[in-house]
């Protein structure tokens, strides 16, 4: 996604409900994803990635979605607690031909994600 | 836990003043590491690339003279603002790699600088 940045989209749960965060890339030519979670203050944490030869990924209440042909990723959380309340990017790495760069990230535009108890 | 601190956390000083940010990788060695800029409610930008003993590379509309980046050692970048006005005031976070590049960046916790 690009850097548009202002007013980030928001998305509020009620805690134990599953939660969909939506992200398009810009690239083609990507072939690594990453979400990360920011909570206030801090630095973005990673949650889970996935490359661009895989459409799902699962880790541990979280599971990422990638269509290449449409250039969408997607977040799901699944029993969100109030915990995971926070901004969510996605961030995208393209790689050279010869398959090697310096991991150079771009980040998506954020979600706010609340949720309530 | 950690693997990327970053010092100090929250910086205010006044207009004109220089201020240095560090950032360490804690258990492993970063050959790269990367500096962004964030401002409120907005995406992170990444501002410049920082390599060991060589220069480092800038995205474009950054003034490296502005914004001087040292990475001296596999384990320690600096990032030093110069002569640091009001607009200049941000949150600014590195981030490095703990292997190569198909792997996550880790993240510091960020510096907050706030230029009166």
């Known amino acids: 996604g690009e850097n548009v940045g202002l007013h980030l989209p928001t998305l509020s749960v009620q805690e134990g409900d599953n939660s969909i965060i939506n992200c398009a890339y810009s690239?083609?030519?990507?072939?690594?994803f990453i979400w990360y979670k920011q909570e206030s203050g801090k630095g973005p944490q990673f949650i889970i990635d996935i490359r661009s030869n895989m459409d799902k990924r699962q880790g541990q209440r979280v599971t990422v979605l990638l269509n290449k042909t449409v250039k969408h990723l997607s977040l799901q959380i699944a029993a969100t607690q109030p915990g995971d309340s926070a901004v969510y990017f996605c961030?995208?790495?393209?790689?050279?031909?010869?398959?090697?760069?310096?991991?150079?990230?771009?980040f998506g535009q954020g979600t706010i994600l609340t949720v309530h108890p | 836990g950690a693997v990327v601190s970053q010092h100090p956390s929250w910086v205010i000083c006044k207009s004109g003043t220089s201020v240095k940010i560090e950032c360490r990788s804690l258990?492993?060695?970063?050959?790269?590491m990367f500096w962004y800029r964030q401002f409120p409610k907005q995406s992170l930008m990444l501002m410049a690339t920082s390599n060991e003993g060589s220069k480092a590379t800038y995205e474009q509309g950054v003034e490296k003279d502005k914004f001087l980046i040292n990475h001296a050692s596999l384990t320690l970048s600096t990032l030093t603002v110069t002569s640091a006005h009001p607009e200049d005031s941000s949150f600014y976070i590195c981030s490095a790699n703990k292997g190569d590049s198909n792997q996550p960046q880790h993240f510091g916790d960020g510096t907050r600088l706030s230029i009166l």
């Open positions: 690239n083609s030519a990507s072939d690594y």
């Open positions: 258990d492993f060695q970063a050959t790269t």
């Open positions: 961030a995208e790495i393209t790689h050279n031909a010869g398959g090697t760069s310096y991991g150079k990230l771009t």
